[in-house]
Nanobody, 123 residues
Framework: VQLQASGGGLVQTRGSLRLSCVASGRTFSIYALGWFRQAPGKEREFVAA????????DYAESVKGRFTISRDNAKNTVYLQMDSLKPEDTAVYFCATARGPQIGIFENEYYYWGQGTQVTVSS
């Protein structure tokens, strides 16, 4: 399985970015998907997750109301729409496939990881 994340970049405070993650080599639609991030000097943290059908989503408190996760199973792609960005959102963002169809918020609930895409929010 390979996951390819893209869409990161440099944006000003209150700006928006849309991350994409394309998966290959696995039955994409039966697994939950997640986004995590790691800021410099910090541990990787949960950002958002979506179950196999897209009917359930979960978000970290720090991004609720600003970020939206979605998926297109026909395109084997998961998205993270990030609005009202803040400098504290600066991090490398990783997508991952879960071990099963339901949402998880812990790293050990995810099996395959993408390479990460850098998001930098300037103040």
């Amino acid at each position: 399985v390979q996951l390819q994340a893209s869409g990161g970049g440099l944006v000003q405070t209150r700006g928006s970015l849309r991350l994409s993650c394309v998966a290959s080599g696995r039955t994409f639609s039966i697994y939950a998907l997640g986004w995590f991030r790691q800021a410099p000097g910090k541990e990787r943290e949960f950002v958002a997750a979506i179950n196999w059908s897209g009917g359930r989503k979960d978000y970290a408190e720090s991004v609720k109301g600003r970020f939206t996760i979605s998926r297109d199973n026909a395109k084997n792609t998961v998205y993270l729409q990030m609005d009202s960005l803040k400098p504290e959102d600066t991090a490398v963002y990783f997508c991952a496939t879960a071990r099963g169809p339901q949402i998880g918020i812990f790293e050990n609930e995810y099996y395959y990881w993408g390479q990460g895409t850098q998001v930098t929010v300037s103040s």
